[in-house]
Every structure is written in structure tokens, then in C-alpha cells.
């Protein structure tokens, strides 16, 4: 059942002892002062539907001690030891100077009923409301697009590490394949961890890997997933899914038939841990790569406040910057029915997202990309004339060339005697174009993308989303969890904490009951 604060005030009570002593505008003193206006209790009852059983904590507790704990990157039991030994923190939760805390469970249990109910950001969203109620974004018609990469909470595992690991478990977890797995002869699936080999031995390493794909091949064969329950098909899918994104048949006559090696490539969606099964490889640059998830945020640049925030997969064309803007946008409730400048760097320039922004009646403030030269100083596709009237494109030197349904153009034979080709193409067979999808809204994006007012407004707003992303990140670059679902709810959670504090720095007060900016 869920428990309530009944108001009365305890003996030795922190905040009527000390509380005069927190600083003023701080989250601890604002939690103190307002936590059961913000986190009311019956925004929560629907996490207890049951009247009986022993009450929870209650509402206006834990959802505090969870803001804190976001803002300050604590693990469950550090959080817990602070709500005992931290005036502070004791303060602004409602604890007794005697108080002892609750067990870390306890902020397991309660992730687990929020992530489980039809609102699992309620705590985000009872900030936003503070936002919406004291106007602090009236009449702001910006929003800034970001995103991040946050690494991971466990070890990148390398081919052999995650077939070794992932056979063990299938011995372990899965009815009588215990049998099977002692039965298998390239590896003794008794020792954890790397097989020792001479690892600078290259035929040695190939050896292995083959070995090790054979094994769990063999161990798939034996096994009848018809009669395994859910969790058990799902340990035996991952085993098939690790023994085949990374590797591919060797080269050679059929005596190599059944041998193995690594790919000379890359799955699109690689698994990098048996652990983790949502962590990805991703690039912050070009030079430097990071094992985790992506982070993205939408927020109002004048203020710095977050509107919106998601974490994903950190590789997949889906979780993309440009895939998940307009879910960005769509989800910012404080947008309204207003038409909004949406503004972003060069990633989220993609056709597909300025053509959603224009049907949504928004604006775009987005760098275009890049455009692509064939010959480096030479022609891009903005030198070609599109007349959609006609259905053709002329080139640089003049030639004009129908466009197929599929949007290609092909100039042939006529480039030879062009004296542009040097400029325009390398290919022997002449210049060929394709038009894509949203080629057009493109093509005027980057004209209107060369207008001085949008440059301005651009230069002086999209870099403020960076300050955000600062402020989200400060304490730790890594997610504290393992998974998409349990890693977004934290990183909700911390948009809705720092929020709050910048709410606190821009002069939030509560009058007559109603939240104000002061």
C-alpha cells in the first residue's frame, strides 16, 4: 500500500533544527520547503492500487531522494548512506536527526514500479509542470537539438570472451546442456575468461575463434528451443547471435569447410556484451570511439531548460540524431500549439526531418551537411539545375537530361567532350545522379540556410544546447545501469533534477500557492 506523510513533525526534526541553515535557492532547501507540493501523493496512487500490505516509503520521500540522487551520481547505496549521514539530505527528505534510511532496495523497488506503470516519468513531468505553471518559458519560440554519447556501465567483451561467456551460460541456464557443453572440445567451458593461448600468434587466434564457433554451432544443434521457456529461448538466441556477427567462413578449398574466421567487417548492430545487451560501439570523432548509449535533448536555449530528453542504442540508423529529432520535439509539451525555431547542427539536416518540421509548422534553424564533391574544388549537386516543371536537371556546361521516376539522370557519352568534366566527375561513363527523397526541401533549406539572419540566429542560440548537455553530464559520462529502459529513466530523471535547479537559479518562488518565476 502506499504510505503518506501524516505532516506531524518529529522531535528531533532536521529541517526545524537546522533547516534555516541550508543555502537559500538550493535544491536541498526547495525540497524542504515545497517536496510535498511538487511530488503531491496522488500523483503516485496508482503505483499501489492495493490498501493493504506494509506502506511503501512515502511519495514525497522517494521521488526526492531520487531527484537527489540523480543530480548527484550515486549509486543506491551511497544514496542511502547520505539520507542517513547528510543533514542535507535529511533536511530536505523530512528525516529525523535519528533517523536511519531506508534499505537501497527500496530505490530498486520503486524504479521498478515506476518503469512498470502508464507514466514512468512522472517525475519529469511534475517538474515540467512547475515549468509550465510559473510561465518561465512564455512566449519562447526557440528549441535547441543535442545529443550525446554516454558510455557504458560494463566491459566491452571481443569475440572469443563473449562466445566463451555465453556458452558457459547456456550450460548453466538451460536443462541438460550441461552435458552437451562438457562434450565440446574446443575450449574447457569450465574456466571462465580468455583461453590461454599465444595471442600474438595469428593462426593461433584463428584456430580459436573457428573452434569456438564450431562449439556453440554444435551446441545449438543439440538443443530443441521448443521446450524452453522465454528467458531460456533468449539465452539461446544470443548464443547464435555472437557465434555469427563477427565471423564468416574462411577462405579456401572445401578441407576448410567448417572453419571460421573473423569478419573483415563490422555487424550493423553489433552486440559488444553478453552483459549488455543494448550497449553499442559509437564515435564521439572520427578519432576517438566509446562503447555505450546515445543521449538526446531538446531545450528552450534562453533558459537552458530541458523539454524533452531520450537515451537509446548509441549505433542503428533509427536512433540516429536526425531519427530521433522530430520524437524530440513531438514530445516537448511546452511547444503547445505555437510554431517554434527549431535549431541543430549539422546532424539532424536530414530531408526526412526538415520536411517533418515544415508539415509540423515549425521552423528550421539546422546547419545544412556538407554537400559532396566528386572531385575535390569541383561541382555539387547545388551547381546542377533541378526543374521539377519538366522533370529534368541541367548540368554545369549546359546539358539537359530527363529524370527517371527513380530520380536518376544520367549524362553519358556527352560528358567525354565536356571541357567541366575534370570539375564534375571521374566516373569514364559520364556523370550519373540520383535525387533522393525531400531532394527539393533540401536544396531550399541550404539557400535559406545562406540568409544572414539565420546564420545570426543560429551562431547565437544552437551553442547553448551545449551548455545543457554540460550541466546533464557534469557528474559522470557513464550510464549507471545496464539497458535502454533502466539507463532513459535515469537520464529523464536527471533532466528533471537539473531542471529544478535551473528553475531555483532563475528565481522560482512559490506564491498563494501558485509557482512564479521572482
Not at 38 to 53: K, N
Not at 167 to 182: K, N, T
Not at 307 to 325: F, H, M, P
Request: proline content about 5%; overall charge neutral; charged content about 25%.
Amino acid at each position: 500500500m502506499q504510505g503518506r506523510d501524516d505532516g506531524q513533525r518529529q522531535l528531533l526534526d532536521v529541517e526545524s533544527m537546522a533547516g534555516h541553515m541550508l543555502p537559500a535557492g538550493s535544491v536541498f532547501k526547495f525540497l524542504a520547503d515545497h517536496r510535498h507540493e511538487l511530488f503531491p501523493d496522488d500523483a503516485f496512487e496508482d503505483l499501489f492500487p492495493s490498501g493493504r500490505g506494509r506502506p511503501s516509503t512515502p511519495v514525497d520521500v522517494i521521488a526526492s531522494v531520487m531527484v537527489l540522487q540523480t543530480l548527484h551520481s550515486l549509486s543506491d547505496r551511497e544514496t542511502a548512506e547520505a539520507v542517513t549521514f547528510d543533514l542535507r539530505w535529511k533536511a530536505a527528505c523530512g528525516f529525523a536527526l535519528t533517523d536511519a534510511s531506508f534499505h537501497p532496495t527500496v530505490l530498486t523497488y520503486w524504479r521498478r514500479r515506476l518503469a512498470n506503470s502508464t507514466r514512468p516519468h512522472r517525475i519529469f513531468e511534475a517538474v515540467t509542470e512547475v515549468i509550465e505553471q510559473s510561465g518561465a518559458l512564455s512566449g519562447r519560440k526557440r528549441r535547441a537539438l543535442d545529443s550525446t554519447i554516454l558510455e557504458d556501465a560494463v566491459a566491452r567483451q571481443d569475440t572469443v570472451t563473449q562466445l566463451v561467456a555465453q556458452i558457459r551460460r547456456v550450460g548453466r541456464e538451460i536443462p541438460g546442456a550441461d552435458v552437451l557443453v562438457s562434450a565440446l572440445t574446443g575450449h574447457d567451458y569450465a574456466k571462465p575468461g580468455k583461453p590461454d593461448i599465444a595471442w600474438d600468434d595469428r593462426a593461433a587466434r584463428d584456430d580459436l575463434v573457428s573452434a569456438l564457433v564450431t562449439d556453440a554451432l554444435s551446441l545449438l544443434a543439440g538443443i530443441d528451443p521448443t521446450v524452453l521457456t522465454d528467458a531460456q529461448q533468449e539465452t539461446v538466441a544470443l548464443l547464435a547471435l555472437v557465434a555469427g556477427q563477427d565471423v564468416e567462413p574462411a577462405d579456401g578449398s572445401h578441407e576448410t569447410e567448417g572453419r571460421w574466421k573473423i569478419a573483415r567487417r563490422v555487424a550493423p548492430d553489433r552486440v559488444i556484451s553478453t552483459v549488455d545487451l543494448d550497449a553499442r560501439h559509437a564515435h564521439k570523432s572520427r578519432q576517438k570511439k566509446v562503447d555505450g548509449f546515445k543521449s538526446h535533448i531538446i531545450i528552450e536555449p534562453d533558459t537552458g531548460l530541458v523539454t524533452a530528453a531520450i537515451l537509446t542504442k548509441a549505433a542503428g540508423l533509427a536512433n540516429s540524431d536526425a531519427a530521433r529529432g522530430m520524437e524530440l520535439v513531438t514530445k516537448d509539451t511546452s511547444i503547445g500549439a505555437q510554431n517554434v525555431d527549431v535549431l541543430g547542427d549539422s546532424a539532424y539536416g536530414s530531408g526526412e526531418l526538415l520536411a517533418a518540421i515544415t508539415a509540423a509548422g515549425h521552423t528550421a534553424i539546422i546547419k545544412p551537411p556538407p554537400l559532396g564533391r566528386a572531385i575535390p574544388g569541383g561541382f555539387t549537386v547545388d551547381d546542377f539545375t533541378i526543374d521539377e516543371t519538366t522533370n529534368t536537371v541541367t548540368c554545369p556546361a549546359g546539358q539537359t537530361r530527363p529524370l527517371s521516376a527513380a530520380g536518376r539522370a544520367s549524362f553519358g557519352s556527352s560528358c567525354a567532350t565536356c571541357p567541366l568534366m575534370t570539375q564534375c566527375t571521374t566516373a569514364k561513363s559520364g556523370k550519373k545522379m540520383l535525387l533522393r527523397e525531400h531532394d527539393a526541401i533540401r536544396r531550399e533549406h541550404r539557400v535559406r540556410a545562406q540568409d544572414p539572419l539565420f546564420q545570426a540566429d543560429y551562431r547565437q542560440h544552437r551553442p547553448m544546447v551545449e551548455r545543457s548537455i554540460a550541466w546533464m553530464t557534469r557528474k559522470s559520462r557513464r550510464v549507471p545501469y545496464r539497458g535502454v529502459v533502466k539507463n532513459n529513466a535515469w537520464w529523464v530523471n536527471r533532466a528533471a533534477g537539473i531542471n529544478l535547479k535551473r528553475l531555483l537559479n532563475l528565481g522560482l518562488t512559490r506564491q498563494s500557492g501558485i509557482w512564479a518565476m521572482g
